[in-house]
């Protein structure tokens, strides 16, 4: 006989479902409607677990997702491997909130002890690729919007969009159809952050620094090596610090992330040439700190960026969204690490289910635990404006 969906994958649903969650019950918000849809969502982040979806990779997960939309009754769209929804009363002269997470995964490490692709739950941990970063925030939201898709009398619409290569800050990702949105007034992008709210986070900028000299023969005198003539340079990105710290998002960060001279032993190179990774606060535009950079080199380096794209984003702790989640109990901070958050031209917040700390780690897990109260937290957070 066939296996259930809910043997297959080893669900665990019973009575505890039913208990106290950060202060509030789950009967308070539709008991049964919440637990059937976290039931569903956490099937379906199982299914994409042994759905191998790197970046640009992501076709069978976005058939997946496409089939919950079509078993919910919900009419997608879809461009390349991005799908997105609206609801039901969908009015066009209200704004939108927007529901953003990914479903696209880095590599595993050769660290794994686990097959990366068995969604397996041990202990309450549902281990795989993907589960923390960001299917558990995913699935959370794609339940919370088919929780909200049927109502009437709203004061917002809603759009869900399931987006591809944020991983590699692809083209075909969320920036690809932005135009496509309707009157976003502000969003949710789907990330672990233990369910606290993540106001602001840091913009990336990559920047290639090249550090000319002469090359030479090694056994002969030379006063212009590249290499030493880089070291003074590295310990400047290594030292440096920007004059604007902000209050939320700290510092601004540079770190030097790879190093490449040389090709033979006996050969003095041309050059020396490493990367910059730059985590920017939100009291610079990466122009901005591109442009103090290069005012700082000196004459023999070269420095080129990779993007100026990925700027840092916020949202006013005064917004409606971030005090509907302060009433209930959540904290604020200022998150370092990046999201599809930097190509949103709205504000926007940071917020799911899963730890960050876990994300792109050996045998990655997100607690079943903390999907239920992700997806509860949702669409609590979201009734207190909507």
Known sequence: ???SENDKYNLQTNSNNDRVLNGFQNQSISDSKIKELTDQAILLLQRLIETPSYSSEEEKTALLIEEWFTTNNIPIERENNNIWAYNKHFNASKPTILLNSHHDTVKPNDNYTKDPFIASIENEKLFGL???????????????FTYFYSKENLKYNFVIVASA?????????????????????????????????????????????????????????????AIYNALPVI?????????????????????VTQINAGKQHNVVP?????????????????EEILEIIKKEMPKNVTIKPRSLD???SSISIGHPIVQSGIK?????????????????????????????????????????E???????LYIKILEGIV
């Open 328 to 368: 209930l109990g959540r904290t604020t901070y200022g998150s370092p690490t990046l999201s599809d958050q930097s190509v949103l031209s709205c504000p926007s917040l940071k917020l799911g289910p899963g730890d960050s700390t876990r994300s792109h780690s050996a045998d990655e897990f997100i607690y079943v």
């Open 310 to 312: 990925l700027g840092s």
């Open 130 to 144: 993907g589960s923390n970063d960001a299917g558990g925030c995913l699935v959370s939201l794609i339940a919370t």
């Open 235 to 255: 310990q400047w990105f290594k030292t440096y610090e920007f004059e604007k710290v902000s209050g939320v998002l700290g510092k601004v960060k540079m770190t």
């Open 1 to 3: 006989m066939e296996k």
């Open 165 to 225: 290569e944020e991983e590699s800050s692809g083209p075909l990702g969320l920036k690809s159809v932005l135009k496509y949105l309707k009157n976003v007034e502000f969003g949710i992008v789907g990330e672990p952050t233990l369910m606290q709210l993540a106001i602001a986070e840091k913009g990336l900028l990559v920047i290639e620094v090249s550090v000319r000299g002469t090359a030479s023969h090694a056994a002969h005198p030379n006063n212009d090596n």
């Open 370 to 376: 903390e999907i239920k109260e992700g997806v509860e």
């Open 270 to 286: 041309a050059s020396c040439n490493f990367v910059v990774d730059i985590r920017v606060n939100d009291a610079y535009k990466n």
